[in-house]
């Protein structure tokens, strides 16, 4: 048997290393067209800021692929022949498969700005994204980043490291106020403003100019402002990436879609991590599916994506939602079902938020039917096993706030959370 795997992330690396375990004679291969080896997507900026080498972003030594006999291929698939069960590469190669996984990851959007292809103008995405931005950076003046999301706060750190002026541009009248509640958007702002960063919000890119060289030389944005650039940072967002299965035959949508079991309704192929639009049973042929674009789900996916490849049965189930980032020294918590805006207003949910916008700090508990669902933290890390095992027991919002100092997780500190946040707290929720 021949498993073929596209894509060397999260998501193809797990079905990989969880398909050996299970069948130990078995082919596998994988395909990627980035890199050689499998490295942390998330640690790039680390890199670029000097606080990790690139080896140290790479969860396996170079023996683990020979000794798991895992062939890696390096190419880009521009063609998967479902009917002839060949997946073609870019330099001409065809590789033959009789089960096909594909996990292509993303790509950041771009929406046709004009001057988008000139130097310096660029995503942050791969390992050739950071090469770029590395020589971008060697000679820049000044960058605008765009984009209101985390990938763009994350670049305009990066950038202001080097000790460029960034500008950060966002559409959204608080940043990222599209994904987290006015209070923690409103915190965010000013953790960034505070940081150094020329924050305008409730604006976009309009267009770049160039130099004589081909180079970025201005982003001008949609009030008409102009900002002198040699980098502009593309990060309004990612879409799958879709490139290796147009004219396959495969379904899609905004990603391949696929069933519960991650099988696309083809034959012996599957799709998992980002490029995977997951389709709820019963749902009809063209309603929207659900696109997950988190490291830990790409690898629970393809954790699930490998034992359906090997003849199981088991329908992927991501659990209780998490996520969590640091940027600007300010460490972001979030678990369970935090929705951003109550529009309409829904009487069975409860919130109690407690800030303390001078010391950057918030916590925001929610409750459905008096169980608590989910959780927000800015500032204060939270244990991520003990809010998750409350929510899905359904605990009681009453019982939650006579427990806050279980979560909190802060080492350094105390360990506990500020009596007058528990208090707080613990009122509104009474
Ligand atoms: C800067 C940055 C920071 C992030 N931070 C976080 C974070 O803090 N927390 C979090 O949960 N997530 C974060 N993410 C998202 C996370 O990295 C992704 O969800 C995850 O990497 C997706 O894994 P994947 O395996 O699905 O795809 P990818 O990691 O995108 O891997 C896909 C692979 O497929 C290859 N490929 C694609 N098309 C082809 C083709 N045609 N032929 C051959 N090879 C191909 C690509 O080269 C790539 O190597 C971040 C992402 C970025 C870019």
Redesign the pocket.
Known sequence: MQVVI???????VTTALSLRKRRRDWGITL?????DVFFS??A??YVFMGQMRLKDTQPYEPHVWREKRIERVR????HIDVGERRVRLDDGRAIAWDRLVV????TPNRFGWPGETLGGVQG???LQDLETLERAAADARRAVVVGGG??GV?LAEMLHGRRLPVTLLARESAYWNNALPAEEAALVTSVVRAAGIDLRLSTGLAFIEGDARGRAATAVDTTGARHDAQIVGLTAGVRP?L??VVGSGLATGRGIRVDRTLHTGVDDVWAC???AEIVEPGAPPDAPGRVE????T?RMQGEVCAANVAGEQVAYDRGIWF?S?RFFDLDWHTYGHVPAALDPPDAALRQAVWVDAPRRRLVRIVARDGAVVGVNSLGLRQRQAVWTRWIAEGRSARDVAARLDDAVFEPEFTGRLDPRAAAALKEQLA
């Open positions: 596209i894509g060397n992330g999260i998501a193809g395909i990627s067209g980035e890199s997507r998330t790039l900026m190419g880009w698939v521009t996990a292509t990851g993303s942050l995405y791969t985390l990938i994350e990436n490139s290796a991590g980002d490029c674009q988190l490291w830990y790409g996520n980032a």
